[in-house]
């Protein structure tokens, strides 16, 4: 009997036409341009604008665009899973809300949550899913609206942001292409660096902790940063080596874009050249768990059946992992 892989068939994306400038936040926190990019690599990033306007309408646009693209009818659609840690509502699920809007009316759908590494997990997730044999197209999106969770007065979260979405469908496939290795991992003293202190259950929203600044995101950056260098580029070492594969064997490594010095680092432990890192972080800033299917979309064209991709992202919680897949069609 063939075995079924999970392969990523398609991709789309979306990101809001307001671009947030390094120049721009000089009028908001004590930086600059210089400072910005030397110790995060990032020049400029989205913010979605617009009342009403929240995480689903930025994932439903990076969907349709998707299913525009490759032809896909949404009514085929037997699960949609949205990547988030902004979702539009408590309790009601984004994802939910997003298939219905994108005519995907054979699906049942839920959100994902494990901060910046929400949608590695979230391919997990899909291709266990595929494998089973139980389903045959399942749509991870990936989308955060940071901006609606940033304290603009705050410089140490304030300019590594921004907002945006991406879409992968995954699908069955015989050629033994699409998802081949994980290596998942969590750990929970990473809480009390990278977190939301209140609107949760331990501290519900009062008049005080919306006065106290309690809602937004506050990030201890040195210790976050070492637990990100050591950890990513950890796992993408595993990936090779438990997979026999050596750095010539890599066509692309596709980093979570949190710093450009984190992703340095690892594409340095496993040996990869600047040519095989995908990098967009200049233009979009940290989108959390949009920046791996951003990645996918902007480099679509430069990718070609067969090539071997390493995934790498950590996140808040502490999440963390890497993903060894074999990308399954020519553009």
């Keep these: 009997m063939t075995k079924i892989t999970a392969a990523i068939t398609a991709v789309g994306k979306y990101v809001p036409e307001y671009v947030l400038t390094n120049k ?13 990019t030397s110790r995060t690599g990032i020049k400029e990033r989205r913010i ?20 525009q693209k490759s032809n896909t009818n949404p009514t085929e659609i037997d699960l949609v899973i949205v990547a988030t840690a902004t979702p ?25 949550q494990a901060a910046c590494s929400s949608f590695l997990y979230g391919m997990s997730t899909a291709a266990s899913y595929i494998e089973s044999g139980r389903y045959k197209k399942v749509l991870l999106i990936g989308a955060d609206k940071m901006s609606s969770i940033i304290d ?44 939301i202190e209140a609107g949760g259950s331990i501290m519900p929203p009062t008049e005080q902790t919306i006065k106290e600044k309690k809602h937004f995101v506050y990030q201890e950056g040195k210790t976050v940063f070492k637990y990100a260098v050591s950890n990513m580029a950890d796992v993408s070492e595993k990936m090779l080596t438990r997979n026999k594969l050596t750095e010539k064997d890599i066509q692309w490594l596709v980093p979570h874009q949190a710093n450009k010095r984190i992703i340095e680092a690892t594409a340095k432990r496993v040996g990869v050249s600047s040519d ?29 059946k067969g090539d071997n991709l390493i995934f790498a992202a950590f996140g808040g919680g502490f999440t963390w992992g890497a993903i060894y897949l074999k990308w399954a069609y020519n553009s």
């Design 48 to 67: 979605l604008k617009g009342d009403g306007l929240g995480t689903s309408y930025m994932a439903i646009k990076a969907a349709e665009n998707l299913l």
């Design 276 to 304: 095989k890192v995908m990098m967009n972080i200049h233009k979009y800033g940290n989108t959390t768990s949009a920046t791996l299917p951003l990645l996918l979309a902007d480099y679509e064209e430069q990718l070609k």
């Design 152 to 195: 603009y007065t705050d410089r140490a979260t304030c300019i590594i942001f921004g907002d945006g979405a991406g879409a992968s469908l995954f699908e069955p496939n015989t050629e033994s292409l699409g998802l081949q290795d994980e290596y998942l991992r969590s750990d929970g003293v990473g809480r009390d660096f990278l977190r």
């Design 24 to 36: 721009e936040l000089e009028g908001y926190v004590d930086t600059n341009d210089e400072w910005i």
């Design 88 to 112: 539009d509502l408590l309790v009601a699920s984004t994802a939910t809300y997003v298939a219905t809007e994108i005519g995907a009316v054979n699906a049942f759908a839920y959100d994902l």
